[in-house]
């Protein structure tokens, strides 16, 4: 029978196998999977697995640095490459979802590319793909970008012609979770929210610019921090804060604001192909809005998004 015990010690006996005396190269994104996937090839072969986290710019507030500083903790040998500026020059002027997304996987995967070369003589390309990735073919965004492409780092395999060490190929989301938790990854990262390898660019509906993401990282970070504080972080799927084009007038003290409009969108969800709004608590709805409002300057507006999916989709772009 299945445990997470079982399963480390199997694991990192055939990653030794598979891997012998050659270098792992992997990128890391702070979720789960490419987590718990690089843990245990560290487990394995130790400070051979080359990771790499990269500062897209549109990150969370705080997130490279916290990421890195857990990665520390775990022990794993990680580097961080800040290429916000890189990645805000080729935003610029770019409002269609599908080619912000497309120049921040070609970006992601030139600046991937830049620093595997710096690494020796590599052999394998680490990577964090789960069961759900391995079988689901579905197309959710159209022809150009299904569900396998969101979870995986925009086709790294073929242009690097590496062999892979996936060593989560055959695990569900909760069996990941146990297995990370019995490699003692702390309990706030393996239980975090599934977020975008996009990130914030798909949440700042039309052009970004460092200003935008600095506006939604604060009201963002607000909204995640109120939903752990009032115990509701862990009964929805994903949540997270979403800037609208549209300015509206408000006032504050006596006088007149012209400012921006955030929505909250919080989902139940199991996998992400269906996902109903959830029904937050009122008063924790007052209470964040005024926190927002008060506390976020550039914002005078929160509205709360009550789609479900279908026909919404979680993201709004
Ligand atoms: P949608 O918006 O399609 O989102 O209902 C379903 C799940 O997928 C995530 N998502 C993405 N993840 N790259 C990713 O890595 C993407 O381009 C992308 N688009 C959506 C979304 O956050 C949700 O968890």
Redesign the pocket.
Known sequence: DWTSAHFVTDTVAALKKQIGDRKVIMALSGGVDSTVAATLIHKAIGDRLYGIFVDNGVLRKNEFQQVLDTYATIGLNVKGIDAKELFYRELKGKTDPEAK?KVIGKLFIDVFQEEAKKVEGVGLLGQGTIYPDVIESVS??GPS?T?K???NVGGLPDIMHLELVEPLRSLFKDEVRRVGAELGIPANLLNRH?????GLA?RILGEITPDKVQLLQEADDRYIQGLKDHHLYDQVW?AGAILLPVKSVGVMGDERTYEFTVALRAVTSVD??T?DWAHLPYDFLAYISNDIINNVKGINRVVYDISS?PPA???WE
């Open positions: 997304r959710v965004h970008v569900i492409s969101h979870h599934p977020f975008p390898g996009p798909i994903q992400g192909m996902a999916k989709t979680i993201e």
